[in-house]
T-cell receptor, first 114, second 117 residues
Framework: AQSVTQPDIHITVSEGASLELRCNYSYGATPYLFWYVQSPGQGLQLLLKYFSGDTLVQGIKGFEAEFKRSQSSFNLRKPSVHWSDAAEYFCAVGPPRGDDKIIFGKGTRLHILP | DAGVIQSPRHEVTEMGQEVTLRCKPISGHNSLFWYRQTMMRGLELLIYFNNNVPIDDSGMPEDRFSAKMPNASFSTLKIQPSEPRDSAVYFC???????????????FGPGTRLTVT
């Protein structure tokens, strides 16, 4: 069955510290992969996406993610977090042909300590 | 581009009343998705359309929920009659079909916060 697992419901880091949010997926083929961010009271905004090619992808707001096929993972990283990064982060996967629905993980809520 | 537009942004209604949520997708996008988000269940896909045709409505909770997309620029999600357990934030998202390595991400609207008392 197709699924996305974000094992951490909540993560707390200090401002300026590095961040890694985990995402594992189960899919029949190499899927399209996405990370979205949701600030309080807002809709979801695309941070970055991976379709093919270089397995390290750069996104907006200084985020990057690395696709590891052997681990079925697509972890999100940022070298130094800012207080404005406090939000909920969703990993999502979609079919290779791209014309079907995508499956979202349950999200990881990021808290930033001053 | 104005992005995905949803209305109303907030809706408070009494149990038993009909509720209609509206969505205007990004111009040129050919897929539209309705989601519901609650603390307990997270983000759930209710239904999605390709080229105005419903493709998968398996997420629609029950017959009280219905969705239509009469044309490429407008969709509605209707709940009749509404119940307190329908209280949630409802998101609409649209997706273009750019082919290649672009066009498969979804763009979300700001959501409609529904409260049924």
């Amino acid at each position: 069955a197709q699924s996305v697992t974000q094992p951490d419901i909540h993560i707390t880091v200090s401002e300026g510290a590095s961040l890694e949010l985990r995402c594992n997926y189960s899919y029949g083929a190499t899927p399209y992969l996405f990370w979205y961010v949701q600030s309080p009271g807002q809709g979801l905004q695309l941070l970055l996406k991976y379709f093919s090619g270089d397995t390290l992808v750069q996104g907006i707001k200084g985020f990057e993610a690395e696709f590891k096929r052997s681990q079925s993972s697509f972890n999100l990283r940022k070298p130094s977090v800012h207080w404005s990064d406090a939000a909920e982060y969703f990993c999502a996967v979609g079919p290779p042909r791209g014309d079907d629905k995508i499956i979202f993980g349950k999200g990881t809520r990021l808290h930033i300590l001053p | 581009d104005a992005g995905v537009i949803q209305s109303p942004r907030h809706e408070v209604t009494e149990m038993g009343q009909e509720v209609t949520l509206r969505c205007k997708p990004i111009s040129g996008h050919n897929s539209l998705f309705w989601y519901r988000q609650t603390m307990m269940r997270g983000l759930e896909l209710l239904i999605y359309f390709n080229n105005n045709v419903p493709i998968d409505d398996s997420g629609m909770p029950e017959d009280r929920f219905s969705a239509k997309m009469p044309n490429a620029s407008f969709s509605t999600l209707k709940i009749q009659p509404s119940e307190p357990r329908d209280s949630a934030v409802y998101f609409c998202a649209s997706r273009g079909y750019g082919g290649g390595v672009s066009g498969y991400e979804q763009y979300f609207g700001p959501g409609t916060r529904l409260t049924v008392t």
